[in-house]
C-alpha cells in the first residue's frame, strides 16, 4: 500500500504552514523529509494523524481515505508515529509504556505481544521496570518507536530520531531503524541531519516554506547546489 498526500494545506488558526503538499510513500522502503526549521515537517505529521485540522487536499493510505480521520483511525488503518516529543510517559515504567500503547488489543494479547516487543528490543527488557524518563536517551528514544510497533503498523512516522543524541547514539537508532525496516514495516522519517538520512533513506522530500522544494533519491541531492542554497542561503558551503 502507498501513503499518497495530495495538495494538503494545513496550519495552526488562521497562519498556513502546508501550502499544497503531495508526497506518495511505499510501505516497506525508509524515505526522508528534510528542510529547515520551520519549513513545516512537523506540521505536516500532524496533519496526516489527525491533529491539525486540513483546509484543503486528501490523505490516502491504501484504500482507507484518511483525509479527517481521527488519530485512532489513522493508527488502525495501519500507520504508526513517533512525535520528537512527549512520546511516552517519563514518570511510568518501561512495561507501562508498551502495555498502554497497546490499548486496543486484549489484555492477555497484548501481553503476548510485549512479550514480542521484548524478544526484538532486548534492551527494554533488561529495563522493562525501570522509570523511562530516568533512561538515557538513546533508550528513550528506542522505546518511542517500540510503542509505535506495538500495534503493528506497516508504516511509521518518525519526527528527528537524532535530536539530542550524540554521534554515536544516532548511528544506533539508524542502524535499528535498518533492522526494523528489513522485517517490513516502511518508514518516513523526518531529519536534520542530512548526511545521515541521505544514507539510509531511498527517498528524500525537500521541504521549504511549506511546500516540496525538491524530491528524489539521495544521489540526486549529494554534491548538488540545493541543499547549500535551502539551508544555508546562495553564498553557504555544505558537504553531505
Do not use: C
Request: no cysteine.
Amino acid at each position: 500500500m502507498k501513503l499518497r498526500i495530495e495538495n494538503i494545506e494545513a496550519g495552526y488558526g488562521k497562519l498556513l504552514i502546508l501550502n499544497g503538499i503531495t508526497i506518495e510513500v511505499e510501505e516497506g522502503k525508509i524515505s526522508g523529509i528534510i528542510g529547515p526549521n520551520g519549513a513545516g515537517k512537523s506540521t505536516l505529521f500532524k496533519a496526516i494523524f489527525g491533529l491539525i485540522p486540513k483546509t484543503s487536499g486528501s490523505i490516502h493510505y491504501g484504500a482507507n481515505d484518511l483525509t479527517n480521520a481521527t488519530p485512532r483511525e489513522v493508527i488502525a488503518a495501519g500507520l504508526g508515529y513517533v512525535p520528537q516529543t512527549e512520546a511516552h510517559f517519563p514518570d511510568m515504567s518501561v512495561w507501562e509504556n508498551l502495555f498502554v500503547a497497546a490499548y486496543t488489543l486484549p489484555r492477555q494479547a497484548a501481553i503476548r505481544r510485549l512479550e514480542e516487543i521484548f524478544n526484538t528490543f532486548p534492551i527494554l527488557y533488561e529495563r522493562r521496570s525501570q522509570r523511562a524518563g530516568t533512561m538515557s536517551g538513546g533508550e528513550q528514544r528506542i522505546l518511542d518507536i517500540a510503542r509505535a510497533m506495538v500495534l503493528k503498523p506497516a508504516l511509521i512516522l518518525v519526527d528527528e530520531p537524532s535530536a539530542g543524541l550524540d554521534p554515536k547514539g544516532v548511528v544506533k537508532i539508524y542502524d535499528l531503524v535498518d533492522q526494523l525496516n528489513r522485517q517490513g514495516p516502511g518508514f518516513l522519517i523526518v531529519e536534520q541531519d542530512v548526511a545521515m538520512i541521505l544514507s539510509r533513506a531511498r527517498y528524500i522530500y525537500a521541504l521549504q516554506l511549506g511546500r516540496i522544494a525538491h524530491q528524489g533519491p539521495p544521489e540526486d541531492f549529494r554534491g548538488s547546489d540545493f541543499l547549500r542554497d535551502l539551508y544555508l542561503g546562495k553564498s553557504g558551503d555544505m558537504k553531505v
